[in-house]
């Protein structure tokens, strides 16, 4: 599904936790939407989900306003790391109400899942540890199959081995039934190489939207002799910098092609790549050098 | 992830995808009109995304190393080997010789001590064969 978001903004009193991103994300992709906490990730996600309105500002799903449409709302799901359900409902109540609902829920799906995940159908959700509470919302997540599916930090109660599992089965499932997935998430590194896009924002506003690839190469570090890489780094735009004794070392916004790399080689220096993370870590940080 | 770990953050994954193609067929791993999995498939079992995987195949076709057949896949080019050794040969010099030389002069290890390094490795391969 399409997404057009426009100036949007969402206020919690006088404090502004969406403040007019304008994106647009064709569909059909897996999106990673990144943000330190507070950054307004979950409420970005809840606008997207028609869970609650904007104060000014548009988002257009398909072209149509989600916010009470009946419709469209069925082909949006929105999960977090709980599910919303009665502590005294049961895990397969919780399946079967999603079931109700979803016009393209795959039963033998979810007890593939409840499976993998070994979630007992049977307890209520008051008896379930903060990694099964998890596993269900994602559960319900990936076997509703919405068109438009948004995860907000769904594997946070998960150990590594059930974050590995996630991280396999959405992505067999989006092979096999490709459809449109933003999740966010400040866990990057072990899950940056599935998602096609990357949107970072920051303090309510869009940092950057960028092919995840492309951003991959958009840093770099540059360490040697201070003087020396002061002159080679010029008027690049510098993310931070260290110094140990002569020897400094500077991160660097912009991709450093070979002839930079052959400029460096001659003069002592030495190029380095920056990772997915270290580069989040530079761009949202309180204050720049 | 430990397959996920096959790749660095060096570089666009795309790029060390074709590259590790490249590789396979080096090697001989990839036979030559021999078919190579599909994007799909290569996406699942390295856990990437598929349209990242999608654009390492296509700098291959591009470059000539795969070609298509519609509906069927893709496979290694019949004279992708000898074209991607005489690549490699030209890099050689640059990418592997210079650097070697570069750091022999940073330790001060006189180039007479590493061409006679280099012509007993030599006699010991005639040795061998």
């Known amino acids: ?289 | 992830m430990s397959r996920g770990a096959v790749f660095d953050d060096r570089s666009p994954i795309y790029l060390q995808i074709a590259e590790k193609i490249k590789n396979d067929i080096l090697s001989g791993a990839l036979r030559e009109d021999e078919q190579v999995m599909s994007t799909n498939q290569y996406a699942a079992f390295y856990r990437i995304n598929p349209a990242t995987a999608a654009k390492g195949f296509h700098e291959l076709i591009d470059e000539g190393i795969l070609y298509k057949r519609r509906g069927v896949g893709m496979f290694v080019a019949p004279d992708a080997r000898e074209r991607l050794r005489h690549d490699r040969r030209q890099r050689f010099f640059a990418e592997v010789v210079d650097p070697m030389l570069a750091e022999a002069r940073v330790l001060g290890i006189p180039l007479g001590d590493v061409v006679r390094r280099i012509e007993e490795r030599a006699g010991q391969e005639v040795d061998r064969t």
């Open chain 1, 1 to 289: 599904m399409r997404i057009e978001v426009r100036d949007l903004s969402v206020r919690f009193g006088r404090n502004v936790a969406v403040d007019g991103p304008s994106f647009t994300l064709d569909g059909d992709k897996v999106y990673g939407l990144l943000g330190r906490n507070g950054a307004g990730k979950t409420t970005l996600l809840s606008v997207l989900a028609a869970f609650r309105r904007a104060n000014a500002g548009t988002v257009r799903v398909d072209g149509e306003d989600p916010f009470e449409h009946p419709t469209l709302t069925r082909d949006i799901c929105f999960v977090r790391d709980r599910v919303d359900a009665e502590d005294t409902d049961r895990v397969r109540r919780v399946l079967q109400r999603a079931r109700d609902l979803r016009p393209y829920w795959d039963d033998a799906y979810a007890a593939k899942l409840t499976e993998l995940f070994h979630l007992a159908t049977d307890r209520k959700i008051s008896a379930l540890s903060r990694g099964m509470k998890s596993a269900l919302a994602i559960t319900v997540g990936l076997a509703t199959r919405a068109p438009l599916t948004l995860f907000d930090e769904p594997f946070l109660g998960l150990d590594a081995p059930s974050r590995r599992v996630f991280y396999d089965e959405l992505l067999a499932d989006y092979l096999a039934h490709p459809r449109t997935v933003v999740l966010s998430t400040h866990l990057i590194d072990e899950i940056a190489p599935l998602f096609e896009e990357v949107i970072i924002i920051d303090r309510g506003r869009l940092m950057l939207h960028e092919e995840t690839d492309a951003l991959r190469s958009r840093g770099a570090t540059v360490t040697g002799p201070a003087e020396a890489v002061d002159r080679f780094v010029g008027d690049m735009v510098v993310l931070s910098e260290r110094r140990l004794g002569p020897t400094k070392s500077v991160t660097v916004m912009g991709s450093l092609g070979p002839e930079w790399r052959l400029a460096a080689q001659g003069l002592d220096l030495e190029i380095g790549p920056v990772g997915l993370q270290d580069l989040f870590v530079h761009l949202t940080r309180e204050e720049r050098p």
